[in-house]
């Protein structure tokens, strides 16, 4: 991994459409406790399904729920992988999702304090009051309330730290966050951050800025290329949709806050096209 550029984990974000491999795929994920239908189901909506298996997801208050773990940061419930939607068809620009959080919706965003280790720093405190800021600014038709302390069981949306961040597949922990993308209307409740309290609160802010745009129904705005992180890996659109937005670039946008991987000197903030793309959504 590359010490200028910090990849920003996604729950369900990472897609492939390698048709020839799917049986491959699903003889090797048999091995790890997963069921056929399940395997069946995720490769039937090019996801990437090799080395799929169940794993504890940490929750906010250090219990854990079982999950689909794919490639190592790709967290999904079982139920939400047997009950994933038809593919869409789509071609370039920034992404959304298929699914949105409903109009005028006042999000409650609550700043996790509690212990276990999961607690956010009190400069990560600072990145989140300034990414919640970012999108009340822009007076979009959804909104975000921010609290801080430990009841996140009712709220809409909880940020912690995870002590135990995602390793590679060479056992490097990884840096950055995770989220999942919205249903129901709702966005997707838990937004993780993890070893980035040795970067500026303003990287602390660009991740989770990332991270809940991500919960709000954003792919990655180079989801194609994943040229932010020096890669030429196309995730695919998968069952999650990557529709385009218009008004946003039909190229790579150096700039955008939803790069995959995210360069240690950013400044946190949307650019122009960000701004577009979350106002024609919202």
């Not at 048999?30 to 189901?41: F, G, I, P, R, Y």
């Amino acid at each position: 991994m590359k010490l200028s550029r910090i990849s920003l984990l996604l729950v369900g974000a990472s897609f492939f459409a390698c048709q020839s491999e799917k049986n491959e795929q699903q003889e090797e994920v048999a091995l790890n406790n997963v069921s056929k239908e399940v395997v069946a189901k995720l490769a039937n909506y090019d996801i990437n399904t090799k080395g799929v298996e169940k794993v504890n997801f940490m929750l906010p208050d250090g219990t854990t729920t079982p999950m689909l773990r794919m490639e190592g940061d790709i967290y999904m419930s079982e139920e939400q992988a047997l009950g994933l939607p038809n593919l869409q068809d789509v071609s370039g620009k920034n992404y959304h999702t298929n699914n949105l959080v409903s109009q005028n919706k006042v999000i409650d965003v609550i700043g996790f304090t509690g212990g276990g280790g999961n607690a956010l720093s009190s400069k990560a405190q600072t990145a989140l009051q300034w990414a919640v800021n970012n999108y009340n600014r822009l007076n979009l038709s959804i909104s975000f309330n921010l609290t801080f302390g430990t009841d996140y069981e009712s709220k809409d949306m909880v940020v912690y730290t995870n002590p135990n961040p995602p390793r590679d597949e060479n056992g490097v922990e990884g840096q950055g966050g995770s989220a999942g993308f919205p249903s129901g209307g709702n966005p997707f409740k838990f937004v993780q951050i993890y070893n980035i309290e040795e970067f500026s609160t303003n990287v602390n802010e660009h991740v989770i800025t990332h991270e809940i745009g991500h919960s709000v129904g954003f792919r990655h705005s180079d989801y194609f290329s994943r040229q932010s992180c020096g890669d030429n890996v196309n995730e695919g659109s998968g069952s999650t949709g990557a529709n385009p937005i218009p008004g946003t670039p039909n190229g790579y946008d150096p700039t955008s806050i939803m790069l995959a991987c995210f360069s240690t000197s950013s400044d946190g903030e949307f650019n122009n096209n960000d701004v577009t793309a979350l106002n024609y959504l919202y």
